[in-house]
């Protein structure tokens, strides 16, 4: 069956559908996304420094409405009920919908001291707001640094959860891996359990060999999640990524990229109670994968061949493995699809690039 793909775009903007970690329908004709000037859309700007407007777009009437402009990254932002939830790096903000009044729920610990010195990669700015499905708690993380004894600065990321009812935010844990790949990221809180925070690894996925990370807040526990293979020399023949939360809570959904020694690859699912990933779906060279709320969707792109990325939709019920559509992509972020389907699982929403190298967003009805 062939999918027809229809386009929202502009002359003037770039759009993107953002990441696909949290929820960006308000309902199933309305999704809400982020546009900008500037092509990477706040991605590789640590602090921000272009402003991006966060636009609700109809996905019946084509209608678009602009509810905010702020220094907001691409994929910092996410909707809960009647609440549009993001942060500029130096606050978290919540707009209700309805009447697009916009509340302050949070500062950055040092906001302050950000606010008043220049500008820099150590300061901690507020990224990534993630929410638990009964929307009391919010996960978010940032990057900092210190000197250490020598004056070198150390850098590590720290972690952090809101409380919505009781307005407070805290510092739950922080986290530094050893050089070069020191970096910590991906940081979502559980959507069962407010105590779970998942994060990973970051770095070449050639040589990560711990990527899939659990802290849990009641334990002040942390331990590594995930099992991953090396050969009897020592070398990794398993190379992880892009993970996202089952809808359940028990587990996560990741990719073993295609070019990991040890085969078969594809997309994995690994149980919190088991670090022994399972390989589910291996038809195509998988680069990243969302879940649908009902939990029997998986939606995947693949990894760019010749600058083409494909949409792969999977039926968990059946096992098909079927690819929707095919976009125009690049390395860069935001130009990766991100496929997301919506709540009742009709259609699929996911960033690519129109004819004219301008990221948009394009609509699949299923």
């Not at 990221?185 to 994060?199: A, E, Q, R, W």
Request: aromatic share 14%.
């Amino acid at each position: 069956m062939k999918f027809k793909t229809e386009i929202i775009e502009s002359d003037e903007y770039y759009y993107t559908a953002s990441y696909f970690t949290t929820n960006k329908w308000i309902d199933n004709d309305t999704f809400v996304a982020v546009r900008s000037k500037n092509k990477t859309v706040g991605a590789n700007e640590k602090p921000f420094t272009d402003v991006s407007e966060i636009v609700i777009c109809n996905l019946e009437t084509g209608a678009q409405e602009v509810v905010c402009d702020d220094l907001i990254s691409f994929e910092d932002y996410l909707v809960f009920g009647k609440f549009i939830f993001y942060s500029n790096g130096l606050e978290l903000k919540r707009i209700n919908i309805e009447n697009k009044a916009v509340d302050i729920l949070c500062r950055a610990p040092e906001f302050e001291r950000i606010q008043s010195e220049e500008k820099s990669w150590d300061l901690p700015l507020l990224r990534n707001p993630c929410i638990t499905a009964d929307g009391k708690y919010i996960s978010m993380f940032a990057y900092n640094g210190r000197k250490n004894e020598f004056g070198r600065i150390i850098r590590f990321v720290e972690m952090f959860r809101y409380s919505i009812n009781e307005g407070k935010l805290v510092k739950v844990f922080e986290k530094a891996f050893k050089e070069p790949f020191w970096d910590a990221g991906h940081v979502m809180i559980s959507p069962t359990d407010c105590n779970k925070l998942f994060y990973c690894h970051e770095g070449n996925s050639h040589y990560i060999t711990n990527r899939l990370w659990m802290y849990d807040i009641g334990k002040q526990m942390d331990k590594n999640i995930a099992k991953q293979d090396m050969d009897e020399n020592g070398c990794l023949t398993e190379c992880f990524g892009h993970e996202i939360w089952a809808p359940d809570g028990k587990g996560l959904y990741f990719v073993k990229y295609s070019d990991s020694p040890k085969k078969p690859t594809g997309l994995c699912y690994v149980s919190l109670d088991n670090p022994n990933a399972k390989i589910l779906y291996s038809k195509y060279r998988y680069w990243h994968v969302s879940v649908s709320d009902n939990g029997r969707f998986l939606l995947s792109d693949t990894q760019s061949d010749n600058f083409i990325s494909s949409v792969i939709l999977i039926d968990t019920l059946t096992g098909d493995e079927k690819k929707i559509a095919e976009t125009k992509t690049d390395w860069v972020h935001p130009c990766h699809p991100h496929p997301q389907m919506s709540p009742q699982f009709d259609k699929v929403i996911f960033t690519g690039m129109n004819d004219a190298g301008r990221t948009c967003i394009k609509l699949v009805r299923i």
